[in-house]
């Protein structure tokens, strides 16, 4: 894996011989894409929406859903349009690349959004959200945009239900704020009397020293407050095993009063993300999988387990305690601890990081089209009737979850890396022959988070128009990267 100090040749030859991987697949994925539509002819694949918007009493709402260049955005887009409603979308254009999502037949109309930056702030987003939810007269606005543009979704949710009759799944400026930042999170957790790992701010390297040299009997981990591409993926434990390890280690980190940073405590286990939707103080749907800091494979747990019930149990006294007023996304890690105690083996949730915002797990939601948005739609005004409306009973889970995996991001990281380093001597042919297996498992048995039979050509832009794309505006701005993410399109730049 290529990182900052990579030559710019080796990233030039990373982003060209992706672009050729693009055109090397072009004429079997257009082949796949005809077929899709050749079968969309071929069946009735909208007589489901049709049924439930001639259903007596039924009103369609039109949703405005930002995001849908990612498949969380775009999964939510497709749920909202099978249950019968109108379906706006909306999304950044990085480099002038058109998303994926703005070509779903899901989406009545797309609107391509200014990014906020420092310069300009987040006024020309702000204004053109309202003006999209003025001139398409939406009713209710679900956020799902990513972490770069948080807080000014939290400005925007309260300029939109000011301003006008639309409802946002959002939270406000205060609580994505505090919810959003990793060091104001935990402070909130334990002010609401939850269990959190220990977590110190920290603006100096003398700060990070007096906390090792504290608690010498524990570990900690290095994180950057906000967004921090370059040292997302370092989980260094110190102190190392030598001062002299930890001082070097420290001094390679960017730390100041202006780039401030928290040392949390390392809790050794399993770790878990979860998915839920929050309404007005309640959870409305929830979801919860193992995770890994870059998730790209997705298997819910069943509702029913104990470390579910336990997450489920974690998020809704979270809400609970937090007050009435939280209508938005909720997100968890958590690592769990396994203890040997007298009575057997003992687990515990510790919660590392909030997102307030929707999560890609969303998608192990699909084929609960109904469910999932009369559970969205309970933020809109109560009185109304049919498929698409109306109050939700009880929690909304999956019911038998497929299993999801994106093909880019397998067919590179389980068949041609490993065969690079098999062709090096780097790997041994069991390894290798095991891989592929995963990936024939996955191409076989596991469903692509982006493709859909009936919507294909998201699945066929995302990787033949977006990401070369991408990859030739690397090559003109010569931009590096260590890592990307096909599901939300986060380029992890170095």
């Known amino acids: 894996m290529l990182d900052g100090q990579s030559s710019w040749n080796l990233h030039f030859t990373q982003n060209a011989l992706l672009i050729l991987l693009t055109l090397f697949f072009l004429p079997i994925d257009s082949f796949i894409l005809f077929l899709a539509y050749a079968s969309h002819i071929l069946t009735r694949q909208n007589a489901a929406r049709r049924s439930i918007r001639r259903s007596a009493g039924f009103r369609p709402r039109t949703i405005l859903v930002t995001g849908v260049g990612m498949s969380k955005g775009l999964a939510l887009a497709r749920a909202f349009y099978q249950a019968g409603h109108n379906v706006i979308g909306a999304d950044f254009e990085p480099h002038g690349v058109p998303v994926s999502g703005r070509f779903s037949v899901v989406l009545k109309k797309f609107y391509a959004l200014p990014k906020p930056n420092e310069w300009e702030g987040s006024t020309y987003y702000i204004q053109d959200l309202l003006r999209i939810v003025r001139r398409e007269r939406v009713d209710l606005w679900v956020s799902c945009s990513g972490v770069a543009s948080a807080v000014e979704d939290g400005e925007a949710m309260e300029v939109i239900e000011k301003r006008s009759d639309c409802k946002a799944i959002q939270f406000d400026v205060k609580t994505t704020a505090t919810l959003h930042e990793k060091h104001s999170f935990i402070q909130h957790t334990m002010s ?43 989980m260094t434990l110190l102190p190392r095993r030598t001062i002299s390890a930890t001082y070097q280690h420290l001094s390679r980190i960017p730390i100041s009063d202006r780039r401030p940073w928290v040392l949390q405590q390392y809790i050794k286990g399993e770790e878990y993300c979860t998915h839920a939707l929050v309404v007005q103080g309640e959870v409305k749907a929830f979801v919860a999988c193992p995770s890994l800091e870059l998730l790209m494979h997705y298997e819910a747990l069943p509702p029913t387990s104990s470390l ?98 994106w093909v880019g991001h397998d067919l590179v990281s389980l068949v041609l890396l490993p065969l690079l380093q098999l062709l090096l001597f780097r790997l041994s042919v069991s390894t290798f022959i095991r891989d592929c297996y995963t990936f024939l498992q996955h191409v076989l048995f596991w469903k692509d988070g982006t493709f859909e039979l009936w919507d294909p050509l998201p699945w066929w832009w995302l990787y033949h128009v977006y990401w070369p794309g991408q990859f030739l505006a690397c090559i003109l701005q010569r931009r590096k990267w260590s890592r990307i993410n096909v599901s939300t399109t986060k380029m992890f730049e170095c």
């Open 192 to 234: 609401l009397g939850l269990p959190a790992p220990e977590t110190y701010d920290v603006t100096s390297r003398t700060a990070v020293h007096k906390v090792l040299n504290r608690t010498k009997d524990k570990k900690y981990i290095m994180k950057s407050v906000g967004v921090d591409d370059a040292s997302r993926g370092d």
């Open 308 to 405: 579910s019930t336990a997450m489920l149990k974690f998020t809704s006294e979270f809400v609970a305690r937090s007050g009435k007023h939280m209508t938005g996304h909720l997100s968890f890690d958590f690592l769990v601890q396994e203890t040997v105690t007298e009575k057997g083996l003992e687990k515990t949730l510790y919660p590392i990081e909030c997102n307030p915002r929707a999560h890609t797990a969303v998608v192990l939601f699909n084929g609960q089209s109904q469910e999932i948005a009369k559970a969205y739609l309970t933020a809109v005004a109560s009185e109304m009737n049919g498929a698409g409306s109306g109050h939700s009973t009880g929690i909304v889970t999956p019911h038998q979850p497929a299993r999801y995996y």
